[in-house]
């Protein structure tokens, strides 16, 4: 990640810091840099609930968490203690090898945070290290699910939430016992984004008609032969307006003049009717994902596609 890219990221989340020139601008967005935990209950307050009739839990994307915490390392090493971690690991398995190296993947082909600018502005790694959170992973308070579309498209879920929108949604439906089973079971005891069938059934005492219930209801997903991914039923709708929308506020920024355009004049654009997410939603995905350069001016952040 650039410099340049690099101390954009406080000044659009309304963290202040001294400049040597021109103006500081009250940015649309605010945020709160250097906890996930922090960043993840931010983000859920732009989750618009009505839309989905308060039926799905509020979701937040990986990529979101990003635009708020910009040590990626970082994000993910608190994200990941939140949903437990496997005995001798301080990683699940599971986001081993589908997060952390397709991470590592990204940020060797897009520029990087330079370390030195990231320890003075944001503080060193070790000081962010110790932001608590040691109650999401003892607790359990987050959940990750693969979303499907991208490779690292994971969703964050609060686990109470989850489970409140799952029970309610099979609730009276022949599914039932197997969904309170896999919740009561399952859920408190393994953070993994997927499950074996050995694990189901060996470890959690599920039968095979159990786990075709799961799938049934939309808990589980087919991974592939004998193997499934954590889901969130009805999510469907969400990923189809995610999509769309996130393609939408890039076509806003792509038509724009020299392909770039100021954050405050996007945020106070009216969205595109595809855009049923709001546009701080999408913008804070935008960054996060880096598909957007951002650039530090005397009039403020401006969003700028990358040159290909």
């Known amino acids: 990640m650039s410099w340049k890219r690099h101390h954009l990221i406080p000044e659009t989340f309304g963290v202040k810091r001294r400049r040597k020139r021109g103006p500081v601008e009250s940015d649309p967005l605010r945020g709160e840099p250097g906890s996930a935990r922090a960043a993840v209950s931010e983000l859920m307050q732009l989750f618009p609930r009505g839309l989905f009739e308060d039926a799905l839990p509020p979701i937040v994307l990986r990529s979101q968490v990003y635009s708020l915490v910009p040590d990626r390392t970082v994000a993910d090493r608190q994200l990941v203690r939140g949903v437990g971690a496997t005995a001798g690991s301080p990683f699940p398995n599971s986001w081993n090898s589908l997060s952390l190296s397709h991470s590592a993947s990204r940020s060797a082909s897009i520029r990087p945070f330079r370390r030195g600018h990231c320890a003075r502005h944001w503080g060193a790694t070790e000081t962010l290290l110790k932001v608590p959170q040691k109650e999401l992973q003892e607790q359990g308070e987050i959940r990750i699910v693969q979303l499907g579309f991208d490779l690292d498209a994971h969703g964050i879920i609060f686990t109470e939430d989850y489970r409140t929108r799952v029970l309610k949604a ?16 399952v859920l408190p005891a393994c953070g993994d984004l997927s499950f074996q069938q050995d694990q189901m059934t060996q470890t959690f005492g599920f039968r095979d008609s159990e786990i075709t219930h799961l799938v049934n209801a939309g808990v589980l997903t087919v991974r592939d032969a004998g193997s499934w991914w954590l889901a969130v039923p009805g999510a469907g709708r969400f990923i189809k307006y995610f999509v769309k929308g996130r393609q939408a506020v890039l076509s806003m920024v792509r038509k724009a003049k020299y392909r770039e355009l100021l954050l405050s004049e996007l945020l106070g654009r009216r969205a595109p009717v595809v855009v049923r997410l709001g546009l ?21 952040t401006l969003l700028r596609l990358p040159e290909t």
Do not use: E, M, N, W
Not at 170 to 185: E, I, N, W
Not at 287 to 298: E, F
């Open 280 to 300: 701080t939603y999408h913008v804070h995905d935008l960054i996060g994902a880096q598909l957007v350069d951002c650039i530090s001016t005397t009039s403020g």
């Open 170 to 185: 099979c609730d009276g439906r022949p599914y039932a016992g197997a969904v309170q089973k896999f919740l009561a079971s």
